[in-house]
């Protein structure tokens, strides 16, 4: 069981949809972050909230929008994808420099 | 240059051998470091963390050289169950920050065999 908890598991969405990805943890860690990895590839970060502020974004495409509405939530919305952008999207979570906490993940397919 | 190789494998070892897994990190800034495991189509689980002194955790020992920049795994008597994908993992904190960017070397995959 993980204690950081990722909707919807699977989606899959036309390059028109607007949809969101949803993290949610209750461990009270103060950082969030969004990683993505594609097949046979590690993950690769893609945003990182400190105290509920975006503190890194590693020049992710204005496509995928993070929003953190408080410290228990993080969602990433993504409008007009491209199927290159298909991939697992993995959330976590952490407090100071202890390891991260990874939820399950939401596969996602651009069509 | 990738701040964290690893050599991706894969090894395929029969039960109960000794596989050992290395990795070599390019900032010497680097704080923390870490060995993940990802199954496949899962999310990666921590393995343990990794100190200078080394330790040890059951089956599991990591080291850590910082002098070379150097990270290692020992797997002893391998399980079928230790099959998966192993990932080192280098914490770099952003200068005047707590706050952390984790590197994650490609994964070396393991099959262990009855």
């Known amino acids: 069981d993980t204690e950081v908890t990722q909707t919807p598991k699977h989606l899959v969405m036309g390059m028109t949809n607007k949809k969101s990805l949803k993290c949610e943890q209750h461990?009270?860690?103060?950082?969030m972050y969004w990683y993505k990895q594609k097949a046979k590839k590690p993950p690769e970060l893609m945003f990182v909230?400190?105290?509920?502020?975006?503190?890194i974004n590693e020049s992710v495409p204005s496509r995928f929008s993070p929003e953190c509405p408080n410290s228990s939530l993080l969602n990433l919305h993504l409008h007009a994808l491209q199927p290159e952008d298909s991939a697992l999207y993995l959330c976590?979570?952490?407090?100071?420099?202890?390891?991260?906490?990874f939820g399950n993940g939401t596969r996602l397919t651009v069509t | 240059r990738k701040e964290v190789e690893q050599d991706p494998g894969p090894f395929n070892v029969p039960e109960g051998a000794t596989v050992a897994f290395n990795c070599t990190y390019s900032?010497?800034?680097?704080?923390?470091f870490f060995w993940y495991r990802q199954d496949c189509r899962k999310e990666p689980k921590l393995l343990m963390s990794?100190?200078?002194s080394g330790n040890e955790d059951g089956r599991f020992t990591a080291q850590l050289n910082r002098a070379s920049q150097y990270i290692s795994l020992l797997i002893r008597d391998s399980k079928l169950s230790d099959s998966a994908t192993y990932l080192c993992?280098?914490?770099?904190?952003?200068?005047?920050?707590?706050?952390?960017?984790?590197?994650f070397g490609r994964g070396t995959q393991l099959t262990v065999w009855p």
């Open positions: 909230y400190s105290y509920e502020k975006l503190s």
């Open positions: 990794v100190y200078s």
């Open positions: 976590a979570s952490s407090q100071d420099s202890s390891p991260l906490h």
């Open positions: 993992v280098v914490n770099i904190y952003d200068r005047g920050s707590t706050l952390g960017r984790l590197y």
């Open positions: 900032n010497s800034a680097s704080q923390s």
């Open positions: 461990m009270g860690h103060r950082a």
